[in-house]
């Protein structure tokens, strides 16, 4: 079924009027309306970041409860040593910082392990 209908339109892209053959048309070409799709993901991808900073930024943050814990984790002695992860796991490998391993992921130190680390 056939439509003679021709509706005078504005392109939401380029804002230059143009012969719609349907209602719902919303661009005056092709290339209009991939260049309008470029926009849209762009902006979403935009905004997808902003509001993972947002996220990040308003994280609450670990380091007040550190100094009052006995035991920590590996991420939390990182944070007090202001460095990686990684670093921690080769102190206890190399035996430098003694930690207990509870379980899968569950190790922890002794706080007054680490605050030994640097009065030798």
């Known amino acids: 079924m056939s439509s003679n209908i021709r509706v005078q339109k504005v392109c939401l892209n380029c804002n230059i009027e ?11 070409s092709n290339k209009c309306g991939k260049s309008a799709w470029k926009k849209r ?17 308003t994280a ?12 920590l984790t590996v991420k939390e002695a990182a944070i007090l040593l202001n460095c990686t992860n990684k670093t921690i796991y080769r102190l206890i ?23 030994k680390l640097f009065t030798n």
């Not at 143009?18 to 005056?28: P, Q």
């Not at 991808?45 to 947002?54: E, I, L, S």
Request: aromatic share 4%; hydrophobic share 30%.
């Open 18 to 28: 143009f012969t719609a053959k349907t209602t719902v048309t919303k661009y005056c």
């Open 60 to 71: 609450p943050k670990i380091e007040v409860n550190i100094k009052d814990k006995d035991f």
């Open 93 to 115: 490998d190399t035996k430098k910082l003694k930690a207990v391993n509870l379980g899968k992921r569950i190790t922890r130190i002794k706080r007054n392990t680490i605050d």
């Open 41 to 57: 993901k762009q902006a979403e991808k935009v905004q997808k970041v902003n509001k993972a900073t947002r996220r990040k930024i």
